[in-house]
């Protein structure tokens, strides 16, 4: 299983940007993906999640301006980032809870994170 995120960059404060993350490989089912985030020095954090059933979770710091929305046919999750702050920059992961086939348990996958900085 792959996951490919893109859309990171470079954008001032007050700005957007719009994260994609597309599944691929073998995949039975996907349970729910998400986006985590990483600044230098911090832990990776939760960012947004989204089950295949579009029930979402969000950070506090991300509830009014970040939205997460998921794509089943194409096994895609979208991040859009709007007014974004210094605080924002980070390293973003895309995350997957995936099923290989019927019996198999959940698996967890990881993109290669997509960079997103924020200039004040």
């Known amino acids: 299983v792959q996951l490919q995120a893109s859309g990171g960059g470079l954008v001032q404060a007050g700005g957007s940007l719009r994260l994609s993350c597309a599944a691929s490989?073998?995949?039975?089912?996907?349970?729910?993906m998400g986006w985590y985030r990483q600044a230098p020095g911090k832990q990776r954090e939760l960012v947004a999640s989204?089950?295949?059933?579009?029930?979402?979770n969000y950070a506090d710091s991300a509830k009014g301006r970040f939205t997460i929305a998921g794509d089943n046919a194409k096994r895609t999750v979208y991040l859009q980032l709007n007014s974004l702050k210094p605080d924002d920059a980070a390293v973003y992961y895309c995350?997957?809870?995936?099923?290989?086939?019927?019996?198999?348990?959940?698996?967890?996958?990881w993109g290669q994170g997509t960079l997103v900085t924020v200039s004040s």
């Open positions: 995350n997957a809870l995936v099923r290989m086939n019927p019996s198999a348990v959940t698996t967890q996958f």
């Open positions: 490989g073998r995949i039975f089912s996907i349970n729910s």
């Open positions: 989204i089950t295949s059933s579009s029930s979402t």
